[in-house]
């Protein structure tokens, strides 16, 4: 596990790429933009990606539209993707961008491009259906709600996801890993304990864990405190491409 927590200073911060990890399965960033400024238009022909806006307000451009993006909302952008974006003029912009398909942030390196590249998609929230879905199915946590955004089956990603949870009161997830994919867990709101084999590790808001493939992970939210986070997958499309294995008590 690797915790990172967000700079508070404008520009590029990197927090996962195979420069930071050798063996990430992707990369990942947060960019602060001020107030006014924007991204002209561009390409990432080397990746798809993920845009998730943390703060402030914004407009995205794409395949000749334009969407305002407000915290919570974000773009899915596959490889070659047409994009620009504008920040409004009342407050920066900070936005959490993460990469699948390549962890060298030589192909995240934007490109001019023309008219005839594709264009990226919004990302709306699905809720994941309880019982009978593929979490609900594996279970292994308590008051937990989560909202998928970028999946395969959402947005037609390959080698990201990216969702919400939220955890109430007494919520938690005991721990569990992936075998095919790394995660990463950013804490928006709240606070609690990210769970290891080795111990608990205190994440405060704005703090990010970073978890390799095969790693053994949770959460614990503090007593009477809701947390609030974005987190995803790097590698895989999809929880069940992810893989997705409790570790079972001892009795």
Same mark, same amino acid.
């Given at each position: ?6 700079? &508070? ?5 990197? $927090? ?22 924007? $991204? ?13 806006? !943390?703060?402030? &307000? ?20 596959? /490889?070659?993707?047409?994009?620009? *974006?504008?920040?409004? &003029?009342?407050? +920066?912009?900070?936005?959490?961008? %993460? ?11 934007? #490109? %001019?491009? +023309? ?11 699905? %809720?994941?259906?309880?019982? #009978?879905?593929? $979490? ?6 308590? +008051?937990?709600? @989560? #909202? ?11 080698? @990201? ?5 939220? *955890? ?6 005991? $721990?569990?890993?992936?075998? #095919?994919? +790394?995660?990463? *867990?950013?804490? !928006? ?11 608990? @590790? ?5 703090? !990010?864990?970073?978890? /390799? ?11 009477? @405190? ?26």
């Amino acid at each position: 596990m690797i915790r990172r927590t967000l700079a &508070k200073t404008a520009g590029v911060q990197w $927090l996962v790429n195979r420069e930071l990890v050798p063996e990430a399965l992707g990369m990942l960033m947060v960019q602060t933009l001020s107030r006014g400024s924007g $991204l002209p238009a561009h390409g990432l022909p080397g990746a798809e990606s993920v845009t998730f806006l !943390l703060s402030g &307000k914004g407009y995205w451009s794409t395949g000749g539209q334009t969407w305002e993006l407000k915290p919570g909302e974000g773009v899915f952008n596959p /490889p070659g993707t047409r994009r620009a *974006f504008e920040v409004g &003029k009342d407050e +920066d912009a900070v936005l959490l961008v %993460a990469y699948g398909g390549t962890a060298d942030p030589g192909e995240a390196e934007a #490109h %001019a491009v +023309d008219g005839s590249a594709g264009c990226g998609c919004r990302i709306s929230r699905t %809720a994941d259906q309880g019982a #009978h879905s593929p $979490l609900g199915e594996a279970g292994g946590f308590i +008051d937990m709600g @989560v #909202h998928w955004l970028a999946t395969t089956q959402t947005v037609g990603s390959r080698a @990201v996801v990216v969702a919400t949870s939220t *955890f109430t009161p007494g919520g938690s997830h005991q $721990l569990h890993r992936h075998p #095919h994919a +790394d995660e990463f *867990f950013l804490v !928006l709101q709240g606070g609690g304990e990210h769970l290891t084999k080795d111990g608990p @590790v205190r994440l405060n808001a704005g703090d !990010l864990a970073y978890i /390799p493939a095969g790693e053994w992970h949770g959460f614990q939210t503090d007593p009477g @405190v809701t947390t609030r986070t974005v987190y995803g997958y790097l590698g895989a499309g999809s929880l069940s491409q992810a893989g997705y294995e409790l570790l079972e008590e001892e009795t």
